[in-house]
């Protein structure tokens, strides 16, 4: 059985030669991360997002404490489609009860996380949010445990996950040439910060593939704004809230806006996005299909990138519990 699928726009991953889609299926919000979402409505999600041209799922044992991983596996089952028609990533080291990078428990995660995503492999197996383990012990310990995962077929390939930029530069300078495939970093390239740019060279030298998450900065670029949680300063939360405003009074979404700054890099392989329903995964490809056809909205950007100048680039410290 096949699912007519649309058009999207795939990017090569370094040099993996997987071709992904420029936007990628953030399954976090499936593990009801933020709200109670059925499982129905979490198998409707991803069938919608492969039915729209989305070939990359995104997951972690971590997010909502193994949920995320059995919805999303739930709903590439139903797909009912060959195994080679989707890839797929998800995580180790970072669990509901904390983390742990040793190679026992990382050799034991993926089988876990194969059960409940009903799948043989994984494409991409990262570790998850390093930088709150030793960097030392991800070198000398925990990827050497995944590059035997590799040889067995457990995962296809090997990435690196986490906040602050400078874990990537750590760990790629410290392991041999090829061993480490992929990064995946978040809210480092979007219109409030895009310090990311500034790795790029660097990771092109070494062969790494990009991906890139939380464009819309952990709900800063949204018109509700973040969550009570989120760790950025209160001047940065309020030039996020003020251009904000000023797109709604213009009758523009900046969510959408956020999102296509980040999907027009194409040095970026994929933007991850989380969706947890058939309208956000319309919403967010229709925004990938107006980038294609329109082009960003340059003048309301430039407005918004204004407003935000004062804090360009802020970051905030690792280790308030981001989702």
Not at 4 to 9: C, G, L, R, S
Not at 104 to 127: A, F
Not at 213 to 237: D, I, Y
Not at 277 to 290: I, W
Request: hydrophobic share 35%; aromatic share 6%; glycine share 8%.
């Amino acid at each position: 059985m096949s699912i007519p699928q649309a058009k999207m726009e795939l990017r090569p991953l370094g040099n993996t030669g997987l071709k992904v889609s420029s936007i990628g299926f953030g399954a976090s919000p499936l593990g009801s991360v933020f709200g109670p979402v059925a499982e129905v409505d979490a198998v409707a999600t991803v069938r919608e997002a492969f039915r729209q041209g989305i070939n990359f799922f995104d997951t972690s044992p971590y997010y909502g404490g193994t949920l995320s991983e059995k919805m999303l596996g739930k709903g590439l089952k139903a797909l009912q489609v060959p195994r080679s028609d989707y890839i797929v990533a998800t995580k180790c080291g970072r669990y509901e009860e904390g983390f742990d990078f040793s190679a026992e428990r990382v050799t034991k995660s993926i089988d876990e996380s194969l059960e409940r995503l009903q799948l043989d492999y994984v494409d991409i197996l990262h570790c998850h949010d390093i930088e709150f383990g030793s960097l030392d012990q991800i070198v000398s310990e925990t990827i050497p445990a995944l590059q035997k995962l590799k040889r067995e077929g457990k995962t296809r390939f090997i990435g690196i996950t986490g906040l602050p930029l400078d874990i990537f530069t750590y760990v790629l300078d410290r392991v041999p040439p090829g061993t480490v495939d992929v990064i995946l970093s978040y809210c480092h390239y979007g219109i409030n910060d895009s310090t990311l740019l500034d790795l790029i060279p660097y990771l092109k030298e070494k062969g790494v593939g990009v991906i890139s998450a939380s464009p819309l900065a952990m709900g800063l670029l949204t018109e509700q704004g973040g969550p009570e949680w989120h760790p950025a300063s209160p001047e940065l939360k309020s030039a996020c809230k003020a251009a904000a405003a000023h797109c709604k009074s213009k009758g523009k979404k900046i969510t959408k806006l956020a999102l296509q700054y980040s999907l027009a890099n194409k040095e970026i392989s994929s933007v991850l996005v989380g969706m947890s329903s058939v309208s956000q995964v319309e919403e967010n490809v229709a925004a990938v299909k107006e980038l294609e056809d329109l082009g960003v909205d340059q003048e309301t950007l430039s407005e918004v990138e204004a407003i935000l100048e004062p804090v360009k680039n802020q970051t905030w410290p690792s280790g308030v519990d981001q989702k």
